[in-house]
């Protein structure tokens, strides 16, 4: 039986050890994060009470036509995402980002303005290009957080996997049947996701124009009182109803990089800073995402 002193002094070991584990990093070769969150994401199965799998469908010409004209509306900051990322996520080229491309995505002010107002407008779970837009935006929206809380970009792969879960999810919430809802997976991705979208300073207005880094700017409503969405408030796929304007003080970011050499920030934002100009808004999005 060890003494005492023995339990306390490997107590205050482990007390180090899991600060260390998560002080910032910035370069050091000998310092490495082994932080995933995410590491025991659930497949979605047919008939199953947890996470039901549900079959994806294409986006139908209507649809593909509005993604169409947000884009367009939208060509200039898409062209500097485009630069700032060397990556194109509209029309889709079949490459599944990796660390290095999440890495950019999120360092990009254009990027991260085009990923949440895809969101934010009530992107329908369908298939756009062989690509499930809505869930590829939430999983960059969902990493765009992670980094900055010591988790490492992802692989490709990773990026898949967790993009498929999300899909999966979605397309269950949508048609009402089990979305593996009460798993650590989706309580990580919620709350990261959630806190992207929240302490966003973007602002979409009714043309679908994004409007980046502005807190003067609010969302303009369309003539005939709707907001602006890609679907139909009352459409089955609905997934909240408001404005869509983001946080009323948006936070800045230092850049992040990529895995053991990443250097994240802390926590930029208290709960002052995360309110919403719209508090109704901020609970319709976070209610849609839980």
């Known amino acids: 039986m060890r003494s005492p002193a023995l339990v306390l002094l490997a107590a205050l070991v482990l007390i180090w050890e899991t600060v260390e ?38 986006c139908d010409n209507g649809m593909v036509a509005t993604v169409r004209k947000f884009f367009k509306a939208n060509d200039a900051t898409f062209d500097t995402c485009i630069q700032d990322s060397n990556y194109k996520l509209y029309p889709y080229t ?9 890495t950019r995505l999120v360092n990009s002010n254009a990027c991260m303005g085009i990923i949440t107002a895809v969101v934010l407008l009530n992107m329908p779970p369908c298939i756009l290009d062989q690509l499930a837009m809505r869930a590829a935006c939430e999983t960059i929206l969902y990493y765009s957080v992670a980094l900055r809380h010591n988790v490492d970009a992802p692989t490709a792969e990773q990026f898949d996997e967790l993009m498929t879960w999300r899909r ?32 966003s300073k973007v602002t979409v207005l009714d043309n679908f124009t994004v409007v980046l880094d502005t807190e003067e700017a609010d969302s303009i409503e369309m003539k005939d009182g709707k907001q602006p969405s890609f679907i139909s408030t009352n459409s089955s796929m609905d997934y909240f109803v408001g404005r869509v304007s983001a946080a009323e003080n948006g936070v800045d970011d230092a850049p992040v990089t990529t895995a053991s050499k990443t250097v994240t920030t802390t926590e930029t934002s208290d709960a002052t800073k995360t309110m919403m100009r719209h508090t109704t808004l901020a609970m319709l999005v976070l209610a849609a995402i839980v």
Not at 28 to 47: H, N, S, Y
Request: net charge positive.
């Open 21 to 58: 584990s998560k002080a910032l990093v910035s370069g050091d070769a000998g310092v490495t994060r082994t932080l995933q969150e995410l590491t025991d994401i659930a497949k979605a199965q047919v008939g199953s009470k947890t996470f039901a799998l549900v079959d994806s469908y294409d």
């Open 94 to 102: 079949g490459i599944v980002p990796d660390a290095e491309i999440v």
């Open 168 to 199: 999966n999810v979605n397309l269950a919430k949508a048609a009402a049947k089990p979305y593996d809802g009460k798993s650590k997976t989706y309580s990580e991705f919620t709350k990261y996701m959630g806190k992207a979208i929240t302490t």
